[in-house]
C-alpha cells in the first residue's frame, strides 16, 4: 500500500467527512472520500494535477490534515501506529498563490450521505419522487442521453423505507446534464441530516449556482440558455421576467 494523506472535515452537527490524497508513480492523482469511516468508498483518478495544490484547496474548505495512513484497492483506512499529524506538518498556505488554469471537467462524482430522521427522511422520498417526475416531464424536449444513470433507481429504493443510507457513483457526459441537475435541486433543499456532495474529479466541490460552473455545463456539451427552462421548472434559477407579455396585461394607463 503507499501512503495517502487524509483530511477530515468537521461539520456542525458534528458528523464529519474524510478525503485523502496520493500521488502515483506514474505521475497521475488519486483521491478517496466519504464520511469518516474504516474506509473511502469514494475514488478518482486523474493526470495533470498536483497533488500540493488540491489539498492547497481542501485547506481553504475547511479540511485538516489527519495524518499519513494506508488505504487499500478496497478503500480501507490503515493508521500506522494509531498517530496523527502534528499542527506544524500542516502545509503551508501561500499568501500570494499563483493563478491555476482549472482543469476542464473529465467526470462528476456525487454521493449522498443520509442520516435524517424519520420525518425528514419521508420528506426526502417525496421530493426525491417530485423531482425525477419533473425531471420525466422535460425530458422529451431535452436530446437523449446515449446511456441512463442508475443513479434515479437507486434513490428511488433507498429512499422507500426510513433507514439511512449512503449512495455514491459517477455522471460521465454520455449521461447527459439532467442527473447533475437533479441532485443539485436536492442538494438546494438542504434537508437536514442529509449530506449531498458532487464533485469534479479534482476534488472540486460544485455549487447549486449554475451561473459559475459554466466548466460543467461544456462538460456535458450544453450552456445556461440551453437548460434554462429545465433549471427554472426544478427551481435553481428564477424565471425570466417576460416585460412585453406584463405589459400586455396593463391597461393602457395614459391619459
Known sequence: ???????????PDGSSKDWAVRSNSDGSITTRWGKTADSLPGVSNRFGVKQFDIERQKQAKGYVLVGAVDIDVNGNVVFPGNTSAAPSQLPELDSNPESIPTPPVESLYWSIDCHAKQSIHVELGIEVRRLIGVIQSVSDQQSKPEQDWDGWQQLIDETLNAEVFELSGQIKSVHGVLPWLFLLALKAKGFKGVEIDIATETARDLSV?????????EFFGTDLDSIRETAEVLGLLKPRLNLAEAMSDMNDCWF
Open 209 to 217: 449556482d449554475l451561473k459559475v460552473e459554466q466548466d460543467v455545463l
Open 1 to 11: 500500500m503507499i501512503a495517502w494523506n487524509l483530511y477530515r472535515h468537521r461539520n
